[in-house]
């Protein structure tokens, strides 16, 4: 059974850069068709797909937040990381890493709150 665990800063300031770290324990990120995601839900809001990363280390984005956004990988640590530049309140939000497999995200972690504000 894979399991996912979010870490980081609860708090981030205007402007500066959020950045999370998702522990995956359970299971290899590098297994073959396995996809690695960040996905968000702001206060009163749906979920939001921010990005994944997969086996190979590829990385895809919603293009909306495409142009300060990365997600990166550690593969020895089994770890994969989400870092968003230049934050705004508006990306204050509920943080979850998931694993994706064809057919849907099978893997949850619990998520993690991160305020923006000064």
């Known amino acids: 059974q894979v399991q996912l665990q979010e870490s980081g800063p609860g708090l981030v300031k205007p402007s500066q850069t959020l950045s999370l770290t998702c522990t995956v324990s359970?299971?290899?990120?590098?297994?073959?068709?396995?996809?690695w995601t960040w996905i968000r839900q702001p206060p009163g809001k749906g979920l939001e797909w921010i990005g994944d990363i997969d086996y190979s280390g590829s990385t895809t984005y919603i293009p909306s937040l495409k142009s300060r956004t990365s997600i990166s990988r550690d593969t020895p640590k089994n770890q994969f990381t989400l870092q968003v530049n230049a934050v705004t309140p508006e990306d204050t939000a509920v943080y979850y890493c998931a694993r994706y497999v064809m057919g849907g995200v099978d893997s949850w972690g619990k998520g993690t709150l991160v305020t923006v504000s000064s």
């Open positions: 359970g299971g290899s990120i590098a297994i073959d068709q396995t996809f």
